[in-house]
DNA sequence: TCACAATGTGACTACCTGGTCATATGACGA
DNA sequence: TCGTCATATGACCAGGTAGTCACATTGTGA
């Protein structure tokens, strides 16, 4: 969480250093970007950064839940009525629709898939807890075989969606067959001869 | 390729080097990992490591091909008359058998997947050429529907497989169960009402 | 024994990192 | 006008990186 000495920035400011740390998170992840990159685009010194955040942790979580607020109006969010499958492709097709107008926004969701850090680990596994939901209930009304193991299933997708992303994120139209190849994959199986 | 100087040296000296290069890559991915730290491990000096390599990308592939010769013997070959499945069931096993006695070498191929250099992206598609044509077989030999885009499956096997055991991998039998669950799933499907 | 080539060596350069801290600046109330 | 307090600032520290290079040592063949 931001000090209260960055609250009472101005906005332009504000803005300043939000965009600085999406141009740096966007080019590397989380673990390999750098605050002196940061405080460089930003154009603010060393010293202000420590006076503003923690660390960059701390500067990663604020710019996280900015770019949600940013991009609530462009994605559309989860359909508890929906399948998980249409759950998936929706939120393939948001991506898609980020990316569009904000490739920054989607590069940085996608360099999470090739982190390994605790902190973003953590971050993942909070933010896949929804669709495990999903997959859980998509059990009990006989969309999905109760024998699924529901976390091999999403982070199956989930790093492939972004993994794709992040070699073929920019040719739209290839990206969503991919994607949508992947889904079918997974709910039809591969197999010829079904038993 | 490392230099002839480096060819010359004694087997002891080889292999001091060999083992201290597999020290620092099973620790850190291949972009993460420092050159001080591998000479540091072998106690050798700083201009003695350029007089037998030109960079890390070569004590890297010299490497590989060591631990390549090494593991021959625990790993089974390519089977070419099996499945796919089959071939990947097999080989995710032998991933585990490597990993009991060499635990640093399986965790050296599971870093590869958090490596988006070019380097290590180019070393991978040469890797999974080979999974590629069996696949491609079985769909000749009708045990894989014709339409399946082989690049993503194999793509969603490999990342999830080397995903999961930089994670679980040192539960064994946990990492086997996720790597057959993944696989049951990508060959049947996970839809409960086939249509 | 000598000369020359091959190899060994670590100090050095240039550059990066996260984080600290003494000092400077400016605002605001008494 | 003065004192206090929040904030701004960048030099500095300790530590890391890849790569170079002048010099020392060793080996080899004449």
């Given at each position: 969480m931001p000090k209260d000495t960055f609250n009472n920035l101005s906005e332009e400011k504000k803005k300043r250093i939000f965009n600085a740390a999406v141009q740096e998170f966007s080019e590397r992840r989380f673990s390999d970007a750098s605050i002196n990159q940061i405080i460089k685009n930003a154009g603010i010194p060393k010293g202000?950064?420590?006076?503003?955040?923690?660390?960059?942790?701390?500067?990663?979580?604020?710019?996280?839940?900015?770019?949600?607020?940013?991009?609530?109006?462009?994605?559309?969010?989860?359909?508890?009525?929906?399948?998980?499958?249409?759950?998936?492709?929706?939120?393939?097709?948001?991506?898609?629709?980020?990316?569009?107008?904000?490739?920054?926004?989607?590069?940085?969701?996608?360099?999470?898939?090739?982190?390994?850090?605790?902190?973003?680990l953590q971050l993942l596994k909070a933010g896949n807890a929804k669709y495990i939901e999903i997959i859980e209930r998509d059990k009990q009304r006989g969309l999905i075989k109760p024998e699924i193991d529901s976390e091999?299933?999403?982070?199956?997708?989930?790093?492939?969606v972004f993994n794709e992303?992040?070699?073929?994120?920019?040719?739209?139209?290839?990206?969503?067959?991919?994607?949508?190849?992947?889904?079918?994959?997974?709910?039809?199986?591969?197999?010829?001869?079904?038993?």
């Open positions: 202000s950064f420590y006076q503003y955040f923690n660390d960059k942790e701390d500067i990663y979580l604020y710019m996280v839940e900015e770019m949600a607020r940013d991009i609530h109006g462009i994605i559309e969010p989860f359909n508890l009525d929906d399948s998980f499958f249409k759950n998936v492709i929706q939120r393939a097709r948001g991506t898609i629709k980020v990316g569009k107008t904000r490739p920054d926004y989607a590069r940085i969701g996608a360099l999470t898939v090739v982190d390994n850090s605790e902190f973003i091999v299933l999403i982070k199956m997708i989930y790093i492939f992303y992040l070699y073929s994120g920019l040719d739209e139209t290839r990206y969503l067959e991919k994607v949508e190849a992947a889904i079918q994959m997974l709910k039809q199986g591969i197999a010829a001869n079904q038993d």
